[in-house]
């Protein structure tokens, strides 16, 4: 009997074992045809084969402003292409924290990245200027200077660093979050421990409040508020939704202390390289995409406090000139970094 089934087993393997490579062959078979047959044919196939990749690489979610939008920039693209570009989209930090994608982006090892001027400082100085707290208070005001003269001027500074700059996209205003207490005026501040991006006007920003300011990538932030190794941080509602910071923080106050613009930068030496009409394509690409996520940003910010008062924070709206004078000192500590022009510029002064 057990001869008969150890058989029947063989049997039964060499069964399936010839079953599935005659099923393999068939498959291959199958698409060897179809390939014959669409080479002729389908031109989208055919440069889809030669087409140059652009990976685009960052730290938000893919809930986030910034990956919609370069959704929206990948489908105009490809489109304006016919597909000759394929563009990557790599979100969550995958590549690394921004800085380290700027810094691909520099040398060339990547070939994009879509990342706050928060890291910027570390490349060009002038950058500094969109971190000085409250300098910045609308976006009609903040539209106007970065899609200027003074944006542009901005953008060119990245030259040097092998980056080109293509346009300036929203982060957004950023507000403060903390899991201690709500805070309605700067004294409220004074003493908690505050991750802020790696800038170091930002740093002086909090320390004026008297915080303990934490640098930290983003990546790691989600972790040190559930951890409690920092009491709050500093971001856009939209993110404060999509990285779920209120699943972790109970108090969010409406300060918009900073304005915080989104880069988008690509390696200057790749895109001196592309044919001029694929360089047109990705420029239209970025500007419609832009304004594509700026007006995104907009509607989305208006339901964002609800939505978050829903999920469980507690909102407080403090006195934004309290704010602003409890931080005026740092202005001067830059002003000759930055350059008073520059500041008086923004200020429209
Ligand atoms: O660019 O690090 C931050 O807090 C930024 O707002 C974020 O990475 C988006």
């Not at 918009?256 to 990705?282: C, R, T, W």
Request: aromatic share 8%.
């Amino acid at each position: 009997m057990k001869k008969i089934v150890s058989l029947f087993m063989i049997v039964l393997m060499i069964v399936v074992f010839v079953g599935c490579g005659k099923g393999n062959e068939t498959k291959t078979d199958n698409s060897d045809t179809t390939k014959k047959d669409t080479s002729q044919t389908d031109k989208k196939d055919k440069s889809n084969e030669k087409a140059t990749v652009i990976r685009i690489a960052y730290t938000l979610s893919p809930e986030s402003h910034y990956h919609k939008g370069l959704e929206k920039f990948k489908e105009l693209v490809e489109e304006k292409t016919n597909n000759q570009i394929d563009v990557q989209l790599f979100h969550s930090a995958q590549l690394g924290s921004e800085r380290d994608a700027i810094e691909g982006v520099s040398m060339g090892t990547l070939e994009a990245t879509l990342s706050s001027t928060g890291p910027l400082a570390n490349f060009s100085k002038k950058f500094m200027l969109f971190d000085l707290p409250f300098i910045i208070q609308d976006r009609t005001t903040a539209f106007e200077a970065l899609d200027g003269q003074l944006g542009s001027d901005m953008l060119s500074s990245l030259d040097s660093k092998g980056i080109r700059g293509l346009g300036f996209w929203e982060n957004g205003f950023r507000m403060l979050t903390n899991s201690n207490r709500p805070v309605n005026s700067p004294e409220d501040v004074k003493g908690l421990k505050i991750r802020l991006m790696e800038n170091p006007v930002h740093m002086e920003t909090f320390k004026a409040l008297g915080a303990q300011p934490v640098p930290m990538p983003f990546g790691e932030l989600f972790t040190a508020l559930q951890q409690k190794t920092v009491d709050g941080q500093e971001n856009p509602l939209v993110i404060i939704d999509t990285s779920k910071f209120y699943e972790v923080q109970d108090n969010l106050a409406i300060t918009g202390h900073f304005y915080s613009p989104a880069v988008f930068m690509i390696n200057k030496d790749f895109f001196n390289g592309l044919a001029p009409e694929l360089q047109d394509a990705i420029n239209e690409a970025e500007s419609e995409a832009r304004t594509w996520q700026r007006d995104y940003c907009i509607d989305l910010e208006e339901k964002l406090v609800e939505t978050l008062k829903s999920k469980g924070m507690e909102i407080t709206y403090p006195d934004k000139k309290a704010f602003q004078e409890a931080t005026q000192s740092v202005y001067d500590k830059f002003k000759d970094e930055i350059g008073e022009d520059l500041i008086n510029q923004l200020l429209n002064k």
